[in-house]
């Protein structure tokens, strides 16, 4: 296939639409995980669909100090992953396209999420990526539109956004795609060292730390809650030779309930061995968070989080994040 190039809304809306419109939308420097959120939106709208890539690089999202002119613009080279991923057009509208007249005076705001964590780090940030996806979605009038799940704040403001503000378009999320040593792909990894490289490895290893960790609690209140608790079935249990390994299960369970805190411990101490390294990883966060809120998650949370994670490393600063599920505590009766 010939994936098209257009540079206006017009030449976009002249298209003629048939089936859903799947839309992805970069900043440019496409790598692995964009390609990986291309074919999922080739899924998604299906032989009779239309996918349409978006690369624009956003003004608005870049703060005081940030790398808006060394940003890389690889738009030959995105347009060639975009073909081969199975786009049918790449949308790369010039900032005058985008914001006729200058910088918008009239912006949509991220709310309370948007003053957390990235929020924190980078004032002002999501509303700027939200004022461009409100934009984009107006302009491009997708069915669906994708976003990576490695910037799962941005994820959940675009989310609250969409539903808050009525816009009638599915947002998907599709999971983080990871190099073969375990970092996860961004448009900034370009910008690591060789030696800076081997120390942001910490941020993934600091994440499946905390992952590991919590599979095998989940795995020992999974082993509490089948365990009977009535008398008769306990001494059944006894019987053969199974009442220590209940006792242990229960006990265990019981006398650690801090699920949560014990997750950010185990990630915490690769990132606290990290901060040692040559060049040393400068961390900025590392939370566990309910998705729908950004707020840190309590001990008997049940349900989806994220445990995620921002640091620099030299100049470059990169963020990481890895979902997991909180099971309800007791044992079976």
């Given at each position: 296939m010939t994936t098209?190039?257009?540079?206006t809304a017009d030449e976009l809306h002249a298209r003629v639409r048939r089936g859903r419109r799947a839309v992805v939308m970069t900043m440019g420097a496409l790598h692995e995980g964009h390609a990986t959120l291309i074919r999922t939106a080739r899924e998604i709208a299906g032989p009779d669909g239309e996918v349409v890539v978006t690369v624009f690089v956003n003004p608005l999202q870049f703060g005081a100090?940030?790398?808006?002119?060394?940003?890389?613009?690889?738009?030959?080279?995105?347009?060639?992953?975009?073909?081969?991923?199975?786009?049918?057009?790449?949308?790369?509208?010039?900032?005058?396209?985008?914001?006729?007249?200058?910088q918008p005076q009239v912006r949509v705001t991220a709310g309370p999420m948007g003053t957390l964590l990235e929020g924190a780090s980078r004032p002002g940030h999501f509303d700027g990526v939200l004022t461009v996806v409100a934009k984009l979605l107006h302009l491009t009038r997708p069915d669906v539109a994708l976003f990576g799940q490695k910037?799962?704040?941005?994820?959940?403001?675009?989310r609250r956004m969409v539903r808050d503000l009525n816009f009638g378009i599915e947002i998907v999320g599709v999971?983080?795609?990871?190099?073969?040593?375990g970092l996860a792909l961004s448009s900034r990894n370009r910008y690591l060292s060789a030696d800076e490289r081997r120390t942001a490895l910490a941020l993934s290893r600091a994440l499946f730390a905390g992952r590991d960790r919590h599979a095998a609690q989940e795995a020992l209140r999974a082993r509490a809650r089948e365990v009977p608790s009535t008398r008769a079935r306990a001494e059944a249990l006894s019987a053969i030779g199974?009442?220590?390994?209940?006792?242990?299960?229960?006990?265990?369970?019981?006398?650690?309930?801090?699920?949560?805190?014990?997750?950010?411990a185990a990630a915490r101490t690769v990132l606290d061995e990290a901060v040692h390294y040559?060049?040393?990883?400068?961390?900025?966060?590392?939370?566990l968070v309910d998705p729908s809120d950004f707020t840190e998650i309590d001990d008997d949370f049940t349900g989806e989080a994220v445990l995620a994670v921002a640091a620099r490393v030299g100049t470059t600063r990169l963020i990481d994040n890895i979902p997991l599920t909180f099971a309800a505590t007791g044992a079976a009766s």
């Open positions: 098209a190039l257009l540079s100090g940030e790398d808006l002119d060394r940003y890389p613009r690889t738009l030959e080279a995105d347009l060639k992953i975009a073909e081969q991923a199975g786009a049918d057009a790449v949308f790369a509208p010039s900032a005058d396209e985008v914001y006729p007249g200058g910037d799962a704040q941005q994820l959940a403001v675009i999971a983080t795609v990871r190099e073969t040593d199974e009442s220590r390994a209940a006792a242990d299960a229960h006990a265990v369970a019981k006398a650690v309930p801090n699920a949560a805190a014990a997750v950010r040559d060049p040393p990883l400068a961390l900025d966060y590392l939370v």
